[in-house]
């Protein structure tokens, strides 16, 4: 079981950044693949980026590639996505999840969701 909790978002006008975290409970979190999704209001949750189990591979939608990045600190159990160069499409809850597969992009390939945070990004 991994419990995971989001923190970071708020509201920030477009070309700025924002960094979010998740921290994740349990001894198990180097064993898991980690992803943030995003789901805007009237629309499905849509994957934004994944990091493999030791960091060294990544992945992220199109729509977030050099704007974006994921990170994490298994030391901290934590994973992390710095956003910058923010857009006001990028509004949405943000989430993070726990996967035992590589690459998951999909959302039923995650076991564990956090709560979400809110990111707001005014044009």
């Known amino acids: 079981q991994v419990q995971l909790v989001e923190s970071g978002g708020g509201l920030v006008q477009a070309g700025g950044s924002l960094s979010l975290s998740c921290a994740a409970s349990g001894r198990t979190f180097s064993s898991y693949v980690m992803g943030w999704f995003r789901q805007a209001p009237g629309k499905e949750r849509e994957f934004v980026a994944a990091i493999n189990w030791s960091g060294s591979g990544k992945y992220y939608t199109d729509s977030v590639k050099g704007r974006f990045t994921i990170s994490r600190d298994n030391a901290k159990n934590a994973v992390y996505l710095q956003m910058n160069s923010l857009k006001a499409e990028d509004t949405a809850v943000y989430y993070c999840?726990?996967?035992?597969?590589?690459?998951?992009?999909?959302?039923?390939?995650?076991?564990?969701w956090g709560q979400g945070t809110q990111v707001t990004v005014s044009s």
């Open positions: 999840a726990a996967a035992r597969v590589w690459i998951a992009t999909m959302k039923d390939e995650y076991l564990y």
